[in-house]
């Protein structure tokens, strides 16, 4: 009877196990909470009259002595004035070039990043989105979950047969089409709006 | 006991489940932007084969054409593997619609986890997308999500001819 009760004991020790494994892992993995530190970014946007093409760059640091594989997803503004961003691409810039694949799960564009030992990795993720009105918007609140601020940040507007209204984040004249703000252990309060008409 | 035998075979089906979705999900859908991007690369060789008339029999046809013209002959391939291309042509207004449908999805229920972009392309240029579940095709009031105007065609066409 004792070496039944082993048995079925052990019978439900697998499934035991595999799914504490997958709870442990799924908030990792699916990036609902940070492993990596989220320490710079650096945002070009081109505006072009009709739309808006984004080049971010981030930087992310593994300060753990171990590998670890942390989930992003990219945070897109859609509304009904701002069609869903296309051609939403990933790739890792340093230490080694690599595209990543991106991919749409549960109405997110989502991918995963393999970090060594206190690796610090640079990511670039491009999209275009079409706008209908002269505006839009790149949101920056998703910093918080991060839970750190950010260390450094640098958000450009590249003008493109257009010419920059308003920002509701100052903005300074880089060169010639160009406009720009700094910002040193940034936690954003609010996402970066802005409007522009066509010339 | 019993109870205890339920709850282990309810949690077997649900670890079954979960990694039969990371498989699906990870494994069987394609990178999203891949199939615009070969869109994008063979638009111009489909709205020439249109105002050639002749709709979807003819980009049957010229199918060697297709493949041969481009530089990534992959990105049609690669295209044709995962949607189903529809060549709607009026060659009196020559005006024209492409549909990409997508053919390729999880099986049920996973196919509710993940979705694949339906496109919709007329002659202006104007690329509408939806995201869908099961082979549906793009609706006509779908957002515009791309506009191509006559330089990016004209920019398309001549890296082509690189």
Not at chain 1, 1 to 10: D, E, R, S, W
Not at chain 1, 84 to 98: G, N, Q, W
Not at chain 2, 79 to 100: C, M, N, P, V
Request: aromatic letters at 12%; a positive charge.
């Amino acid at each position: 009877m004792n070496a039944l009760n082993g048995q079925k004991h052990q019978m439900l020790l697998g499934p035991y196990v595999c799914l504490l494994c997958f709870v442990f892992a799924f908030p990792f993995l699916s990036g609902l909470y940070p492993i990596v530190r989220f320490n710079e970014e650096r945002i070009d946007i081109h505006v072009h009259p009709g739309h808006v093409r984004v080049e971010g760059q981030y930087v992310y640091k593994n300060p753990l002595p171990f590998p670890v594989v942390q989930g992003f997803s990219i945070p897109l503004p859609v509304d009904q004035h701002h069609p869903r961003p296309v051609m939403v691409s990933a790739k890792v810039l340093s230490p080694k070039e690599k595209l990543l694949p991106v991919r749409y799960i549960l109405e997110k564009y989502r991918f995963e990043m393999a970090f060594r030992a206190n690796e610090e990795v640079c990511v670039t993720v491009h999209y275009r989105q079409q706008t209908r009105a002269h505006d839009a918007c790149y949101i920056l609140t998703t910093t918080k979950p991060w839970r750190r601020p950010l260390i450094h940040g640098t958000y450009r507007l590249i003008q493109r047969g257009v010419q920059v209204r308003s920002s509701n984040y100052a903005l300074q004249t880089y060169e010639a089409g160009a406009l720009i703000f700094h910002k040193t252990n940034f936690m954003p309060e609010k996402d970066w709006h802005f409007t522009w008409e066509a010339v | 006991m019993g109870g205890g035998v339920t709850v282990a075979r309810i949690l077997f089906l649900i670890s079954i489940f979960l990694l039969s979705f990371s498989e699906s999900a990870l494994a069987n859908i394609p990178p999203s932007p891949q199939s615009l991007l070969a869109l994008i690369s063979i638009l111009p060789i489909m709205i020439l084969l249109t105002l050639l008339g002749g709709g979807y029999s003819i980009l049957k046809r010229h199918n060697h054409v297709l493949i041969q013209s481009g530089k990534k002959p992959w990105e049609l391939r690669r295209l044709q593997w995962t949607y189903e291309i529809e060549l709607d042509s009026a060659r009196q207004d020559r005006g024209f619609k492409i549909h990409l449908t997508p053919t390729r999805f999880p099986l049920f229920p996973y196919n509710y986890f993940t979705s694949r972009p339906s496109y919709l392309v007329d002659h202006a240029g104007n690329i509408r997308m939806v995201y869908v579940h099961r082979k549906t095709q793009c609706p006509m009031d779908a957002p515009v999500v791309m506009r191509l105007g006559n330089d990016e065609i004209q920019q398309i066409l001549s890296k082509m001819h690189q």
